[in-house]
């Protein structure tokens, strides 16, 4: 009879502190942003170690990367596990990376094992997750579910160093070209997992080990501008005045005594503000911010986005400014696979973990992977909640924990 797959935990902790080390910051972090040399150097070792247990190594016009554990049935679609190397500029050793170690620790413990799936396995590295050197994030896994890479990204240049995504992109892929081959996008897939740090505190305050979520909340992205008139500080009386400023400042006060007072399950962000000509002794002539509005319903965000718009136009008839609005960004709330995340349910009580159901405020790439496949996520504690910051810490034994529910997850698929 053949042995049960079990985590090696020693394995995947120690394979934690490797790839921290491609990219490490003073801070005890990781800077590894999306198509740089360090994005690099962590999937050609990636490659190295799937090639040293025999694995077949892939990737495709995104760059995307693939390594397969063949099955039975060649023929049928893979069961797709992984999540993204890439991170932030001061970003932490889990995100991301925690999620693509743990899938790769499943197949090497599938193979310990001689477990021999009905269908092939795959581990899937996606290509700018964070969107933070390239916007927009997601773009391994937007492209892979397009089946191309969108022309327009093509001339898009990085924040860091201001070279152009083709290039990094088309450089990524000949740099592994000679020693893996080619997949192409959009291959099928019978169903996808990815496992994640939570981003937030509520496993850790409740002491829950994991996280079955069950879909990831709308979002949509406002560009806001006021533009008034500029005069001098000094002279210009209050009934003279069209400040796009006060304007602003009065509509946003208002917004965030409303929004999310008002409704629990909404996010409400001003992260930008800026003012023209900037200058400490005149009038602004413009003012202008963001907004990062999230809800997981999207006649609430419809709701909500309106109750915006009155809100802001009404802040600038009362100050004689005018006003515009632009949508940047608008993603559809999802629901998870009903019959993924029974699975992993059933995996939970296996596996005797205490879980909750959860709804992502983030999004990921297992968000766009939810309209090509059947998918769904587990999420892990981490401390404090912290995230996208060098003191991004996931406690040892809840790693663990997260890989050996994952690994009961996909038995659980594989049945």
């Not at 990636?46 to 077949?56: D, W």
């Not at 994640?196 to 829950?208: F, K, N, R, T, V």
């Not at 409303?258 to 009038?283: C, L, Y």
Request: charged share 25%; proline share 6%.
């Amino acid at each position: 009879m053949m042995p049960r797959p079990e985590i090696n935990g020693e394995r995947l902790l120690a394979r934690l502190d490797l790839f921290a080390a491609v990219g490490a910051t003073p801070g005890g972090g990781v800077n590894r942003q999306a198509l740089t040399v360090g994005d690099r150097e962590a999937r050609s070792l990636l490659t190295r170690l799937a090639k040293a247990r025999g694995f077949s190594v892939f990737q495709d016009d995104a760059a995307n990367l693939f390594i397969r554990m063949e099955g039975r049935d060649g023929s049928l679609p893979p069961l797709l596990i992984g999540s993204h190397l890439d991170s932030q500029p001061s970003g932490g050793r889990f995100d991301g990376a925690l999620g693509t170690l743990t899938a790769f620790e499943v197949l090497e413990s599938l193979a310990d094992a001689a477990f021999e799936p009905d269908r092939p396995v795959e581990v899937v590295a996606w290509t700018n997750e964070e969107g933070c050197r390239f916007a927009p994030g997601c773009m391994g896994s937007r492209a892979f579910v397009e089946g191309k890479v969108p022309a327009e990204w093509e001339g898009l240049r990085a924040t860091d160093d201001g070279s152009r995504f083709n290039d990094d992109r088309l450089a990524t892929i000949e740099a592994l070209a000679p020693e893996i081959g080619h997949r192409r996008l959009g291959f099928p897939v019978a169903a996808y997992l990815e496992l994640h740090i939570e981003q937030g505190p509520s496993l850790e305050s409740a002491e829950i080990p994991v996280g079955i979520v069950t879909g990831v909340q709308g979002t949509r992205w406002l560009e806001v501008l006021f533009e008034g008139q500029t005069a001098h500080a000094g002279t210009t009386a209050l009934q003279f005045r069209r400040d796009p400023l006060k304007a602003l400042t009065r509509g946003l006060a208002a917004l965030y005594e409303t929004v999310m007072p008002e409704k629990d399950d909404a996010r409400f962000t001003v992260g930008r503000i800026a003012v023209t000509p900037g200058s400490v002794n005149a009038i602004p002539a413009t003012a202008s911010c963001t907004i990062d509005l999230r809800h997981p319903d999207t006649f609430v965000l419809d709701q909500l986005e309106e109750d915006i718009r009155t809100q802001l136009a009404g802040a600038a008839e009362t100050e004689s400014v005018s006003f515009f609005i632009r949508k940047t960004v608008d993603m559809a709330p999802v629901t998870f696979s009903e019959d993924v995340v029974a699975a992993l349910q059933a995996a939970a009580r296996t596996a005797g973990f205490k879980t909750r159901s959860m709804i992502s405020g983030a999004f990921h790439d297992a968000l766009f992977l939810a309209g090509h496949a059947p998918s769904a996520m587990i999420f892990v504690p981490c401390r404090d909640g912290l995230s996208h910051n060098e003191a991004e810490y996931v406690k040892p034994e809840d790693s663990v924990a997260g890989a050996r529910m994952f690994l009961a997850s996909v038995l659980e698929l594989l049945s």
